[in-house]
C-alpha cells in the first residue's frame, strides 16, 4: 500500500521560510507526478504546486510562483515545498498528493495523499 508522509510544518513569523518534506513509501512506488495542495479553514482545497518525477518540471498556482518551490529527490522519494516569504494567507493543511497519470492541478486527479501537515504563518 502507497504511504505518503509529510512533515516539516509548524508556526513561523510572516517573511518566514518553511521547508515541508513528503515521503513515499510502498510496493514498487511509482508515480508520473507529485502535487502540493493546501486547505484553509473554511475553504476549498487548492492546488500549489506539482513535480513531475522523470525530468523535473514543475508547475505552480500564480499564488505561490515566485516563492515557493517544488523539488524532489529521486533516489528517496522523496518530494519538498520551499517555501519563502511566507504570508498569513498561506496557512492552511498541506498535502502531498501522487498522480499515476499525469501532472494535475486538480486534486480529484490524484490517487494517493498524505494526511497533511499545518502551517501557521502569524503577522
Known amino acids: 500500500q502507497v504511504q505518503l508522509v509529510e512533515s516539516g510544518g509548524g508556526l513561523v513569523q510572516a517573511g518566514g521560510s518553511l521547508r515541508l518534506s513528503c515521503a513515499a513509501s510502498?510496493?514498487?512506488?511509482?508515480?508520473?507526478?507529485m502535487g502540493w495542495f493546501r486547505q484553509a479553514p473554511g475553504k476549498e482545497r487548492e492546488f500549489v504546486g506539482a513535480?513531475?518525477?522523470?525530468?523535473?518540471?514543475?508547475y505552480y498556482a500564480d499564488s505561490v510562483k515566485g516563492r515557493f518551490t517544488v523539488a524532489s529527490d529521486n533516489a528517496k522519494n522523496t518530494v519538498y515545498l520551499q517555501m519563502n516569504s511566507l504570508k498569513p494567507e498561506d496557512t492552511a493543511v498541506y498535502y502531498c498528493?501522487?498522480?499515476?497519470?499525469?501532472?494535475?492541478?486538480?486534486?480529484?486527479?490524484?490517487?494517493?495523499w498524505g494526511q497533511g501537515t499545518q502551517v501557521t504563518v502569524s503577522s
Open positions: 510502498g510496493p514498487s512506488f511509482s508515480s508520473y507526478a
Open positions: 513535480i513531475r518525477w522523470r525530468g523535473g518540471s514543475t
Open positions: 498528493a501522487a498522480a499515476l497519470s499525469g501532472m494535475y492541478t486538480r486534486g480529484k486527479e490524484y490517487d494517493y
